[in-house]
């Protein structure tokens, strides 16, 4: 795990110029990279690479970035792993292919793969998650590609007349021409999800590589920005993006090649997982595992312990808050598949004390507010390994999110009532305070089995309510359930008196076979949006600013293509969610250790703001700054704020967003 950086000028720079600015963007990546740094210029083409190392595989010297080619052709700074490049490396010894490594990083592997076998071939045969930058001596062409599912960072743009990219936007920021202004359609799609959704980033000007991108720079870039972010199949002068891998093939192959049968789906999944553990298992350094003791962490660890006789290092938080804390489910998990379980438990004041650091951590605004947890499991694990897997993308792929299949059965029970009728049901909804369903919440908890319950009852009503309100039909509630803001256009002031756009941000069409389903368009969706932009960016930025590598094995491209195989009843049955991972999770952990109500990585973030966060949030929310900055129109913020407080109403999540805007603004100002 590194990060990188760059930028190209064009001819007319000497050497010491271009490897001056390189260094100094490569300086802001240092938490990505702490073990060593590197730069490498052309000044007859004017382009400049710069690294930063987190050494993971190769130690030594031998995996220095940015590497150039046995031929001199390639060069390439690169970000991420390459699961299987052992195995590449056979194939082109086996090719009778007469190699001289120098080293054996993965990085090398790579390189001497582009070179025998031309890079869009290299990324097909690639099991990994990156982002790298190609240069091209040859053709003068520079390539930024990114992996499959998004799991590392790559953003480009241009700063002055320069074209730049990195895995952080930091970087850019300390480029000398950097002068880019706020994107307020970006704000506005950023009050909507929470998250700025890809392509577009905060800045005019700065985008985001798409996952399983690869954009193709011949000659010289143009000197300034598309009106518009690129998209792939789109072209912009010299410029061009494609998908070289798609979600949405996989999904259409898969709903033509079903896994009906549950035993050979079982087997066949936990087979494919069990191998995606494995090579994700490789290190040179110290490696453990988070758990939560939820169905995906504790899949991923049994997996892996069952691999090894050594007990596999785990790590979990826990809360003063037992509504909140989950760490006795992780050591009761961890006692039975003996694991040496480390067990970190924080204060109150000890998590609020990581707020400061959120807007630098996270770089641009992202208001997940279950960032705050996972950078402390993050700093945990970080004591004692260098790398960490993660159960993320579990509900994504193998329907874990209560909108999966509540948001369908309320639809078919509501969507066929007048719109009047619902609104009906949507005020009654609201009208009892989340403390009042919280306690209504427990009482029936008490009498539910296992994970029949729910946890946070009122949150949900009232999020349950406020989506029915203006819902026309399922997709409709869907786009509702996964915003915040469900007119963030009124809540943004345009440049010069105009108008925000208020339309949703487009996406791509929907395969044309395996989406016969609410759920699984739900899945789809959330896989191409939510979890690359929130999930994998949370994780990421917060692993990072510690320089800890984490892995994913669920986003193994073989396990989504598995996954994408598998009927819906073999996801989502009855009221359960995930219903195969359960199954071979039970074949290693007792059920009755999982069976709970889902808790999430959540904190008490509601009290927090009416008390010890309160003044914090009274300063970045004053209708006087609001007005001087003019980004946001006070009245709504004020409004949501004051009923907040009052405690008849819970609006944790859109404040949170706003306070984690105007926090990011006040440190990039």
């Given at each position: 795990?590194?990060?990188?950086?760059?930028?190209?000028?064009?001819?007319?720079?000497?050497?010491?110029?271009?490897?001056?600015?390189?260094?100094?963007?490569?300086?802001?990546?240092?938490?990505?990279?702490?073990?060593?740094?590197?730069?490498?210029?052309?000044?007859?083409?004017?382009?400049?690479?710069?690294?930063?190392?987190?050494?993971?595989?190769?130690?030594?010297?031998?995996?220095?970035?940015?590497?150039?080619?046995?031929?001199?052709?390639?060069?390439?700074?690169?970000?991420?792993?390459?699961?299987?490049?052992?195995?590449?490396?056979?194939?082109?010894?086996?090719?009778?292919?007469?190699?001289?490594?120098?080293?054996?990083?993965?990085?090398?592997?790579?390189?001497?793969?582009?070179?025998?076998?031309?890079?869009?071939?290299?990324?097909?045969?690639?099991?990994?998650?990156f982002a790298f930058a190609l240069w091209d001596q040859q053709e003068k062409t520079l390539f930024l590609a990114r992996d499959r599912?998004?799991?590392?960072?790559?953003?480009?743009?241009?700063?002055?007349?320069?074209?730049?990219?990195?895995?952080?936007?930091?970087?850019?920021?300390?480029?000398?021409?950097?002068?880019?202004?706020?994107?307020?359609?970006?704000?506005?799609?950023?009050?909507?999800?929470?998250y700025v959704p890809a392509p577009r980033s905060i800045y005019q000007g700065i985008f985001k590589l798409e996952p399983g991108c690869l954009m193709t720079v011949?000659?010289?870039?143009?000197?300034?920005?598309?009106?518009?972010?690129?998209?792939?199949?789109?072209?912009?002068?010299?410029?061009?993006?494609?998908?070289?891998?798609?979600?949405?093939?996989?999904?259409?192959?898969?709903?033509?090649?079903?896994?009906?049968?549950?035993?050979?789906?079982?087997?066949?999944?936990?087979?494919?997982?069990?191998?995606?553990?494995?090579?994700?298992?490789?290190?040179?350094?110290?490696?453990?595992?988070?758990?939560?003791?939820?169905?995906?962490?504790?899949?991923?660890?049994?997996?892996?312990?069952?691999?090894?006789?050594?007990?596999?290092?785990?790590?979990?938080?826990?809360?003063?808050?037992?509504?909140?804390?989950?760490?006795?489910?992780?050591?009761?998990?961890?006692?039975?598949?003996?694991?040496?379980?480390?067990?970190?438990?924080?204060?109150?004041?000890?998590?609020?004390?990581?707020?400061?650091?959120?807007?630098?951590?996270?770089?641009?605004?992202?208001?997940?507010?279950?960032?705050?947890?996972?950078?402390?499991?993050?700093?945990?694990?970080?004591?004692?390994?260098?790398?960490?897997?993660?159960?993320?993308?579990?509900?994504?792929?193998?329907?874990?999110?209560?909108?999966?299949?509540?948001?369908?059965?309320?639809?078919?029970?509501?969507?066929?009532?007048?719109?009047?009728?619902?609104?009906?049901?949507?005020?009654?909804?609201?009208?009892?305070?989340?403390?009042?369903?919280?306690?209504?919440?427990?009482?029936?908890?008490?009498?539910?089995?296992?994970?029949?319950?729910?946890?946070?009852?009122?949150?949900?009503?009232?999020?349950?309510?406020?989506?029915?309100?203006?819902?026309?039909?399922?997709?409709?509630?869907?786009?509702?359930?996964?915003?915040?803001?469900?007119?963030?256009?009124?809540?943004?002031?345009?440049?010069?008196?105009?108008?925000?756009?208020?339309?949703?941000?487009?996406?791509?069409?929907?395969?044309?076979?395996?989406?016969?389903?609410?759920?699984?368009?739900?899945?789809?969706?959330?896989?191409?949006?939510?979890?690359?932009?929130?999930?994998?960016?949370?994780?990421?930025?917060?692993?990072?600013?510690?320089?800890?590598?984490?892995?994913?094995?669920?986003?193994?491209?073989?396990?989504?293509?598995?996954?994408?195989?598998?009927?819906?009843?073999?996801?989502?049955?009855?009221?359960?969610?995930?219903?195969?991972?359960?199954?071979?999770?039970?074949?290693?952990?007792?059920?009755?250790?999982?069976?709970?109500?889902?808790?999430?990585?959540?904190?008490?973030?509601?009290?927090?703001?009416?008390?010890?966060?309160?003044?914090?949030?009274?300063?970045?929310?004053?209708?006087?700054?609001?007005?001087?900055?003019?980004?946001?129109?006070?009245?709504?913020?004020?409004?949501?704020?004051?009923?907040?407080?009052?405690?008849?109403?819970?609006?944790?999540?859109?404040?949170?967003?706003?306070?984690?805007?105007?926090?990011?603004?006040?440190?990039?100002?």
């Amino acid at each position: 795990m590194c990060g990188f950086s760059g930028f190209w000028s064009g001819a007319g720079h000497d050497n010491s110029a271009l490897g001056g600015m390189a260094e100094r963007m490569a300086q802001t990546l240092r938490h990505r990279g702490p073990d060593s740094s590197g730069f490498w210029t052309s000044s007859s083409a004017g382009i400049a690479f710069s690294h930063r190392r987190l050494a993971i595989l190769d130690l030594s010297p031998a995996g220095h970035q940015p590497m150039v080619s046995p031929s001199k052709r390639y060069i390439i700074t690169f970000n991420g792993e390459i699961y299987n490049h052992a195995a590449l490396r056979g194939e082109m010894e086996a090719a009778g292919e007469n190699i001289s490594w120098q080293g054996h990083s993965d990085t090398e592997t790579l390189l001497n793969s582009i070179e025998l076998w031309g890079l869009k071939t290299t990324l097909q045969r690639t099991n990994g998650m990156f982002a790298f930058a190609l240069w091209d001596q040859q053709e003068k062409t520079l390539f930024l590609a990114r992996d499959r599912l998004g799991e590392k960072p790559l953003y480009y743009g241009w700063v002055g007349r320069d074209f730049v990219f990195s895995s952080e936007l930091k970087a850019l920021r300390a480029h000398s021409d950097f002068a880019n202004p706020v994107c307020r359609q970006s704000l506005a799609e950023y009050l909507r999800f929470m998250y700025v959704p890809a392509p577009r980033s905060i800045y005019q000007g700065i985008f985001k590589l798409e996952p399983g991108c690869l954009m193709t720079v011949r000659g010289s870039p143009p000197s300034h920005a598309p009106a518009e972010p690129l998209r792939p199949t789109d072209t912009y002068a010299n410029i061009s993006i494609h998908r070289w891998w798609s979600l949405g093939e996989v999904v259409e192959k898969g709903a033509h090649a079903p896994i009906t049968d549950e035993r050979e789906a079982l087997d066949a999944l936990e087979n494919c997982l069990s191998d995606a553990v494995k090579m994700q298992s490789l290190a040179d350094v110290p490696l453990g595992a988070f758990l939560s003791g939820g169905v995906d962490s504790s899949t991923i660890v049994a997996l892996m312990q069952k691999q090894t006789s050594r007990p596999v290092k785990t790590f979990t938080v826990g809360f003063e808050d037992a509504e909140f804390d989950e760490s006795k489910a992780a050591r009761t998990v961890a006692a039975h598949l003996q694991t040496e379980h480390t067990e970190v438990f924080v204060t109150s004041a000890e998590t609020q004390a990581v707020v400061p650091r959120l807007s630098s951590m996270y770089d641009e605004p992202f208001a997940d507010s279950s960032q705050i947890p996972t950078y402390l499991v993050c700093a945990a694990a970080r004591q004692e390994v260098t790398v960490a897997l993660s159960g993320d993308a579990g509900d994504e792929l193998f329907g874990g999110y209560n909108r999966y299949f509540w948001g369908p059965r309320i639809w078919n029970k509501v969507g066929g009532l007048p719109f009047t009728a619902r609104q009906v049901i949507a005020e009654a909804l609201t009208s009892v305070s989340p403390a009042g369903w919280n306690r209504a919440g427990k009482l029936v908890n008490k009498v539910l089995p296992g994970d029949k319950g729910i946890a946070r009852l009122g949150e949900k009503a009232h999020k349950l309510g406020n989506c029915l309100k203006g819902a026309r039909d399922l997709d409709d509630l869907y786009m509702r359930l996964v915003s915040q803001w469900q007119d963030p256009a009124r809540l943004v002031f345009g440049e010069n008196g105009s108008v925000v756009d208020p339309s949703c941000p487009q996406f791509d069409p929907l395969p044309s076979a395996g989406m016969d389903n609410d759920s699984l368009r739900m899945m789809y969706r959330d896989s191409l949006s939510f979890l690359p932009d929130d999930i994998l960016c949370k994780v990421d930025r917060a692993a990072m600013a510690i320089s800890l590598e984490t892995r994913v094995p669920f986003l193994d491209n073989r396990v989504v293509e598995m996954a994408w195989r598998l009927p819906l009843s073999m996801k989502i049955r009855g009221n359960q969610s995930k219903w195969a991972l359960r199954k071979i999770l039970y074949r290693h952990v007792p059920r009755e250790l999982i069976e709970r109500p889902k808790v999430g990585f959540a904190i008490p973030l509601a009290d927090w703001l009416r008390g010890p966060l309160r003044v914090w949030a009274e300063d970045l929310l004053d209708e006087r700054r609001l007005h001087r900055e003019g980004y946001l129109n006070p009245g709504p913020i004020r409004n949501i704020w004051k009923q907040h407080l009052s405690e008849r109403h819970d609006y944790t999540e859109k404040l949170w967003g706003i306070l984690m805007f105007q926090a990011w603004l006040e440190d990039n100002s």
